[in-house]
């Protein structure tokens, strides 16, 4: 850890602060007209998913610390472990399910992640941004029902499930957005 002025910090760091690991998702540098400038950034706990917003002045110092990223493909799940490879030195890591639990219905074979690891220990798991998912159920979409917005529930190969539009059919391959999981596209 690495004590370093709150106005150096950006999105995409990493603190440490009240006994956990958090990155820094916005970052904003405020200059009022009265009084001292000070720093407003938004924070996510990399173990807990966890949002807060925090205040510092300026010249506050922050512990900033060192996330390494390794590259990483799944290779399977063992109850509540998931068991991924290290795509540098081919050893075998296993996470618990737990570390990404919001995001475990888009592990699929082969799928590549990027493993954040601190001080040995893996914190978290960085999907790509959209992920391609065959539909495996769903109703079939009634022509002119439009209390749903034109929307339905699909389930994928997966388990994940997600609202998309009427006319997706079951044997679809649909790209899905892994940050909100939420569709994006038919491909």
């Known amino acids: 850890m690495l004590d370093v ?18 990155e820094v998702t916005n970052y904003e540098h405020v200059k009022p007209g009265k009084g001292g400038a000070f720093v407003r950034i938004k924070l996510k706990n990399v173990q807990t998913g966890a949002a807060l917003e925090r205040t510092f002045d300026a010249d506050a110092k922050v512990s900033e610390v060192e996330m390494e990223g390794h590259a990483a493909q799944f290779q399977f799940r063992s109850g509540d472990i998931c068991t991924f490879m290290n795509m540098d030195t081919y050893d075998q890591v296993e996470v618990p399910v737990s570390v990404f639990a919001s995001q475990a219905g888009f592990l699929k074979g082969d799928i590549e992640v990027k493993l954040l690891e601190c001080e ?5 798991v960085q999907f790509p941004v959209t992920v391609e998912l065959k539909v495996v159920e769903t109703p079939p979409g009634v022509k002119g029902d439009t209390v749903s917005r034109g929307t339905k529930q699909a389930t994928f190969e997966t388990g994940h499930v997600c609202n998309v539009p ?4 079951v044997g679809d391959v649909l790209r899905l957005d892994t940050r ?6 038919r491909v």
């Open 5 to 22: 002025s709150a106005t150096t910090i950006r999105p995409g760091n990493h603190i440490s602060m009240d006994r956990g690991i958090w």
């Open 120 to 124: 040995g220990k893996v914190l978290g």
């Open 166 to 169: 009427l006319f997706i059919s």
């Open 180 to 185: 909100t999981g939420g569709y994006v596209e």
